[in-house]
């Protein structure tokens, strides 16, 4: 299997993966792109009416700059990336936020979050081939997850899911242990890692000293350009948490949950010889 990244805009583009989620992952580029991006995604109806350098003003990003970012994203310029916002923004349902505050504990805003992070990730795992990286699930001799804090009870749940298909999977339950087992891993096995922010040092140096154990490595994580995906063959992209306040690590859990049932069910309808 070859290499696999998720976040390449234009990969997303044809993948039919919303404009403003492709903006998601443009927030981990170099400083002055995530600015235009970052500026874009907070204030969508002011970019449609402005100018290119009214845009650029406000964002603190240069002309060409936010220019870049267009053909990045797959538009031949300003004026086709503003049409397409406006269309995208136009199907929205009206009322449509992209954030909430967690402080006024209102559960149909939790329930909101919920539903745009499951979306979104889903939009964004449509970039890459889930029944190629389930038969890699099927096929390997041992499979390994690590994740500390919330992404701990996510691997924990893939692992039992793996196991109830009949494959070899184990998480390991701390950094010490997950250490010692990537060490020992050889090729052959597969690392899975998730963390959210993709820079966790434990989970990275799991996947780090997996990768050079021999073994195959797949990254589940919201920030696909994070230290991380170094050591990543695979990278599975969920989308980021946005201003859910003290939810946002719960939204976090149940989207790599809901990536792993996604992996799982692919692994189900595989045919039953090949597991």
Known sequence: MKKVNADDPSTQSRNGVSLLVRLESALDYPNALSRAAQYILEYPQNVVHQPLAETSEASKAGQATIFRLCRELGFKGFTDFKL??????????????????????????????????????????????????????????????????TSATAAQAFSFHMLGLGVNAHNVPNANIAAECA?????????????????????????????????????????????????????????????????????????????????????????????
């Open 84 to 149: 397409a916002l406006a269309a995208e923004l136009a199907r929205r349902p009206q009322n449509s936020t992209d954030s909430y505050d967690a402080a006024d504990d209102n559960p149909d805003h939790l329930e909101v979050a919920i539903s745009k992070a499951l979306s979104s990730t889903r939009q964004l795992m449509s970039a890459i081939d889930v029944t190629e990286i389930a038969q890699l699930l099927v096929e390997t001799r041992q499979i390994v997850l690590y994740g500390s804090g």
């Open 183 to 275: 060490l020992a891993l050889r090729e052959g096995a597969v690392a899975i890692a998730i963390s959210q922010s993709g820079v966790s040092p434990d989970t990275v140096q799991f996947l780090k000293s997996a990768k050079g154990s021999g073994a195959r490595t797949i990254a589940i994580t919201a920030h696909p350009k994070a230290s991380i995906s170094k050591y990543a063959d695979v990278i599975i992209q969920m989308s980021r948490i946005h201003h859910i306040g003290r939810s946002g690590s719960s939204v976090g859990l149940i989207q790599a949950v809901y990536v792993a049932e996604i992996l799982s069910t692919a692994v189900a309808s595989l045919p039953h010889k090949s597991r």
